[in-house]
């Protein structure tokens, strides 16, 4: 199993930007793929970026693309998610992922294990 833990979130006015960390412990983190997704409320789980476990693949939804980047350490057991320029819109609770093997996915259902979340709030 994996246990992941996410932090970094908290309220910033648009135009803004916050780096969100996913502490994951349990097996080794180089052999899942990553993804981050969001929610907000009254919404479906959103897809929001994915990375595979060498950290060479990743992939973002147009909504996101340009303002936000997904890293990983896989030497510190961390996945990142660098956001800048934020919206109102991107206001959610952001949750990370992870799926065994190396195929980068976008889909809720692929991944196996999944983080409490952390609120972002964007003020306009």
């Known amino acids: 199993q994996v246990q992941l833990v996410e932090s970094g979130g908290g309220l910033v006015q648009a135009g803004g930007s916050l780096r969100l960390s996913c502490a994951a412990s349990?097996?080794?983190?180089?052999?899942?793929?990553m993804g981050w997704f969001r929610q907000a409320p009254g919404k479906e789980r959103e897809f929001i970026a994915a990375?595979?476990?060498?950290?060479?693949?990743?992939r973002y939804p147009d909504s996101v693309k340009d303002r936000f980047t997904i890293s990983r350490d896989n030497a510190k057991n961390t996945l990142y998610l660098q956001m800048n320029s934020l919206k109102p819109e991107d206001t959610a609770v952001y949750y990370c992922?992870?799926?065994?093997?190396?195929?980068?996915?976008?889909?809720?259902?692929?991944?196996?294990?999944w983080g409490q979340g952390t609120q972002v709030t964007v003020s306009s």
């Open positions: 992922a992870a799926r065994f093997g190396p195929v980068v996915s976008t889909t809720v259902s692929s991944y196996n294990y």
């Open positions: 349990g097996r080794t983190f180089s052999s899942y793929a």
């Open positions: 990375i595979g476990w060498s950290g060479g693949s990743t």
